[in-house]
Nanobody, 125 residues
């Protein structure tokens, strides 16, 4: 089970830090991702981090503003979001997969096996 938290209302230019806590099993052996879904839009990829955190990958829209990290001892993944924009408004979900994904599959939410409830991020202009 994955549980995202840390969402809220923030003004444009502000920051938020999302957390994704895992329970029921260890996710320290899983590759993790963040996705988001805005009202009326499809779920889209945000960021990915491998098990040992040696590889991180971001969507172009958040590159340089968002940072994904993990603490395997705490079974938790984080996403620091800076310089937030109104277009970042969405429900944010964390996801996990025990498979090592091909580069071409990182953005595909169907390749992730575990999901939890999302957390809402609202950025006002």
């Amino acid at each position: 089970q994955l549980q995202a938290s840390g969402g809220g209302l923030v003004q444009a230019g502000g920051s938020l830090r999302l957390s994704c806590a895992a329970s029921g099993r260890t996710f320290s052996d899983c590759n993790m991702g963040w996705f988001r879904q805005a009202p009326g839009k499809e779920r889209e990829f945000v960021a990915h981090i491998r098990v040992s955190a040696e590889f991180k990958y971001y969507a172009d829209s958040v590159e340089g503003r968002f940072t994904i990290s993990r603490d395997n001892a705490k079974n938790t993944v984080y996403q620091q979001m800076n310089s937030l924009k109104p277009e970042d408004t969405a429900v944010y979900y964390c996801a996990a997969t025990s498979r090592r994904l091909y580069y071409s599959d990182l953005r595909n939410y169907n390749k992730y096996d575990y999901w939890g409830p999302g957390t809402l991020v609202t950025v006002s202009s």
